[in-house]
């Protein structure tokens, strides 16, 4: 079993979902440029940036399983990320209103002594319900939306606008379990 494993990502609700599973790990932020490059496709793109994100703190350290991971939001073919303004985050908002978009995990998990690698991804589709101009102000106004992909949060407020979903919901949160355990257990590691 590896000493440490390391998230290359200082996200709190990839920490928590960390913490939910039982996992020991401590966070080592990378600081790479997250301008993706979807000319391939969505899921293909996430994982490369995951990997991206995982071979820059892989480079820091000597040993230890470093895990990158990266998600997007989909409406179409457009690519919905992190809102900087409110007005933009009610823009995004409206545009999803009524509308299935698709969320993209991707995966990376480096062992920093070997450069062994796995990437993957994990694909799922949120249907929003009709959302009214008062109740994207409100939730606008909570503050949520600003540092979320498609200005929203599945596990906080912005679950009141999802009316269905299709695949993982971890995945949505930004962290696909299932998949993420199918990995580790690839480099021996077993949770349960």
Not at 10 to 35: M, V, Y
Not at 64 to 92: F, S
Not at 149 to 167: M, T
Request: hydrophobic share 45%; proline share 2%.
């Amino acid at each position: 079993m590896h000493e440490s494993i390391i998230l290359a990502s200082a996200s709190p609700r990839r920490q928590q979902l960390l913490t939910q599973i039982g996992l020991n790990f401590f966070f080592f932020f990378s600081c790479i440029d997250e301008n993706l490059n979807c000319k391939i496709d969505f899921g293909h793109s996430v994982a490369e940036m995951a990997f991206q994100k995982a071979a820059a703190v892989a480079e820091k350290h000597e040993k230890g399983l470093v895990l990158g991971a990266d998600t997007i939001v989909v409406l179409g073919r457009e690519v919905l990320g992190k809102p900087a303004t409110l007005q933009e985050a009610e823009e995004m908002l409206g545009r999803l209103s009524g509308c299935w978009h698709r969320v993209f995990t991707g995966l990376a998990l480096i062992d920093a002594a070997t450069n062994h690698c796995l990437k993957e991804f994990e694909e799922s589709q949120v249907k929003f319900k009709n959302l009214s101009s008062s109740e994207i102000q409100n939730y606008v106004e909570t503050g949520e939306p600003l540092d979320k992909a498609g200005a929203y949060a599945i596990q906080g407020k912005g679950a009141l606008f999802v009316e269905k979903i299709n695949g993982d919901y971890y995945n949505i949160v930004g962290l696909p379990l299932f998949k993420l355990n199918a990995m580790l257990i690839r480099f021996g590691i077993k949770i349960l």
